[in-house]
């Protein structure tokens, strides 16, 4: 199934990525180009197979319920955490004004 | 004495250990090497004082007795793992002058055995590409050349093309990789170097920028096997922080090591004899057979039915997974935030990841967001996963008939920067051969065979059983051996 640019603007709008109607036209026949290829996985018979969801059998473990129990990945960490932020205020992350 | 920089891991640790050298002598001649040959671009940030730091370390430890795994041994860590106090980039503008309050679990590992760091090595932006022509800080050149008198620049593979460049032209004697679909065994293919990928879950993912969680694996190259088994023990191991960790004991693989395969089986998988196919690997491939078949193994046909969709199932599963990993990129919490005059909250996001994306991740993630988005999730992302259970299920039922698998590393030798940036789906085929191992999160490892006829390296590919990287690695052992690959590239940088 062929996309045009009114979906490639769809998907960039989905995915959070500002593009020019330039960049669109160029993707649409990159995107189309892939996934005209990948089209071929349907030709494959997956009758009765079960989709992979853990590529080497492992149990979800769950660690204790202990507070702070890793000091790397506990808390009391907000400056670490804030180090890189770009627009860091009073201690929290800065985001421009979101309600009027 | 042989130049330092010509020894390889086991001989700086051997050297440093008998008293042949001290290990500040080692990284002052590593570290003079990175400064010079700054036309390969192979590193992002070079760190001279880590690497000198950690020899006075060393030298220390071994008056006092205390000499660790790799004590002397500096070398090169690939910019996708978080270094505490050092940029770490991922080779993208998004993440430009990020520098972690943290460290990655293996690069820590590494520390803790007494290796020191060189600096932080470029690659394809996000790891995505396979010629490390992505990164925003540069093309990275492979120290090789054609032998036809022209000059023109190779592509080092990727996408951990600092690793194989700066390996290949002796800034390090090793370094990290990552693979989520060949990205550690086609950039040592070629540049005429080792790596292994080993089992998923073996390396903690645990500070590593993230690509396709279910496929990501770091692991070793260098410049043989003996080396890339003493890295890999030093990389291994089970972590908490990390829920696909496997919690299992390190092996002392380099201890084990032996190129005696009697008693062995080793598969040829006949899906891989592709039609028009470079006459030169294949002949390399057969030569290959030859040299297994001398170390006392038995050779088998097998048969992996699935393989002409491992690569279509790995451009939707990973591209799934990396649109979803790299949403984190907002321009909040790190990295680049472009606001433009009077922009909003949403308007911030677009014009952030526009901004600080290359084309390629935006390709990539714009291809995981459509197959994952309503109405489309079946038809690509499910169909994907049930072909990667059969890709799976083919070398589950080869491994009852075989030990390993010998298969060409990559379908050519290094191409040249600019060939094949054109062509989006030209530069994907060149992982035909490394991702159905990825997809089935198999070992899998990459040496160096013979050279081409424009005086190129080729590289011979060992997949083994989950676990099983004493296998893989042996067989590997057994081809170095009788490969003999000597070959280096002559100095022009």
Known sequence: MAIDQATVRKIASLARIAISDAEAAAMEGELNGILGWVEQLGEVDVTGVEPMTAVIPNKLRLRDDVVDADPLTGGNRRDDILANAPAPQHGFFGVPKVIE | ????????????????????????????????????????????????????????????????????????????????????????????????????????????????????MLGKLNLDQFAMGSSNETSYFGNVISPWRRKDGGNAALAPGGSSGGSSSAIAARLCPAATGTDTGGSIRQPAAFTGISGIKPTYGRCSRWGIVAFASSLDQAGPMARDVRDCAIMLENMAGFDPKDATSLDMAVPNWEAALSSDLKGKTVGIPREYRLDGIDPDIDAMWDAGIAMLKDAGAEVVEISLPHTKYALPAYYIIAPAEASSNLARYDGVRYGLRDLP?????????????????????????????????????????????KVRTLIARDFEQAFASCDVILAPTAPSAAFGLGEKTSDPLAMYLNDVFAVPASLAGLPAMSVPAALNREGLPLGLQIIGKAFDEQGVLNAGLAIEERAGFTARADKWW
């Open chain 2, 341 to 385: 005059q009077g922009a909003g909250l949403q308007d911030m996001y677009a014009a952030t990841r526009a901004d600080g994306f290359g084309p390629e991740v935006k390709r990539r993630i714009m291809i995981g967001t459509y197959v994952l988005s309503a109405g489309f999730y079946d038809a690509y992302y499910t169909q994907a996963q």
């Open chain 2, 1 to 116: 004495m042989t130049e330092l920089t010509n020894l390889t891991v086991a001989q700086i640790r051997d050297g440093h250990r008998a008293g042949d050298f001290s290990a500040v002598e080692v990284a002052e001649a590593f570290n003079a090497n990175v400064a010079g040959a700054k036309a390969l671009n192979a590193f992002i940030v070079e760190t001279p004082e880590h690497a000198i730091a950690a020899a006075k370390a060393a030298d220390a430890d071994r008056s006092a007795g205390t000499l660790k795994p790799l004590s002397g041994v500096p070398i090169g860590m690939k910019d996708l793992f978080c270094t505490n106090g050092v940029q770490t980039t991922a080779a993208s503008h998004m993440l430009e002058g990020f520098v972690p309050r943290y460290e990655s679990t293996v690069s820590q590992k590494l520390w803790d055995a007494g290796a020191g």
